[in-house]
């Protein structure tokens, strides 16, 4: 059995003995369905665009047209993929009780269409737009069709003429407090996490693996890149998710039977 085998058999046999999984996924998760991450190096978006003058929501406020160009552009990226391997990996494994959540950094919806259940959203989602005076969701059809068909250049709720911005969390905005919450709560009674494509570089993410470890959970790692919590996992993969992901899955569905 090769290195990579006998990993993918230790993570199989991990999930077989642990009772409150949980995964956490990040940009990673998503790029084998054709949606950009930020870091990976030569693909990553932040390699073309500087994060402080798009999506940032004082450059959204100061320069809307501009960045909904760039937003629109990363829209439709998500709105034409599909949940890959990776994705209905997770969908599968809960179906065999093994996998009790998902904390997700991706805006994209993915592991909702996969029919995976109890996800937490960090960061929104790019499928729905909001009021930024009023809070008023909308689909985020509403600010596209109005960018799109009246070239608008600021979108507007039609309760309160406040501006739409996508309901995810731009850089220098802080996260939803209910939404961390229940974040935290998911996470302090989990025995396995599992951490599949982040970089672990944004907050509050990077706090979540010592945290899991500090409540007694074991770590798993998959993700092309290093990460500086390496080292205290159980296994770290540095491999693409879809390639691993599914052979676990196999495995651990042979263990059961
Ligand atoms: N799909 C999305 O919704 C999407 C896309 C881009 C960025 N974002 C946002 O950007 C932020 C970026 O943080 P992040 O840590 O999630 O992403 P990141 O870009 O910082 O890191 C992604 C990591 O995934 C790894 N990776 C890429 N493809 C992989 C694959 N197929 N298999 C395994 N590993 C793979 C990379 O090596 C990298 O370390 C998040 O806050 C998120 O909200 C979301
Ligand atoms: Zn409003």
Request: glycine share 6%.
């Amino acid at each position: 059995m090769n290195d990579l085998d006998s990993k993918i058999q230790q993570i199989a046999q991990l999930i077989i003995d642990s009772e409150n999984i949980i995964a956490l996924t990040g940009a990673g998760m998503s790029t084998e369905s054709g949606i950009l991450d930020f870091r990976s190096p030569g693909t990553g978006l932040w390699e073309k665009v500087n994060p402080d003058e798009f999506a940032s929501i004082h450059s959204y406020v100061s320069d809307t047209g501009k960045n909904l160009k760039f937003m629109l552009e990363m829209g439709m990226q998500i709105f034409k993929s599909k949940p890959n391997k990776g994705h209905k990996s997770l969908s599968k494994l809960q179906k065999l009780g093994k996998l009790n959540g998902v904390l997700t950094q991706n805006i994209d919806g993915l592991h909702k269409r996969a029919k995976t259940e109890n996800v937490i959203e960090l960061h929104g989602t790019a499928h729905e737009a909001i009021c930024m005076r009023c809070h008023a969701i909308y689909p985020i059809t509403k600010l596209i069709d109005q960018v799109l068909k009246s070239s608008s250049r600021s979108p507007s709720c039609d309760v309160c003429n406040g501006l739409l911005k996508p309901n995810a969390i731009f850089f220098g905005e802080p996260l939803n407090s209910d939404t961390l919450l229940a974040a935290e709560k998911m996470l302090s009674n989990c025995d396995l996490f599992l951490i599949l494509g982040s970089s672990l570089l944004v907050y509050p993410v990077a706090f979540y693996p010592r945290k899991a470890l500090a409540n007694g959970s074991k770590l798993v790692i998959i993700n092309i890149q290093e990460t500086d919590i390496d080292d205290q996992a159980e296994v770290v993969i540095h491999e693409r998710i879809g390639e691993v992901m599914p052979k676990i899955v196999e495995i651990v569905i042979e263990k059961l039977r």
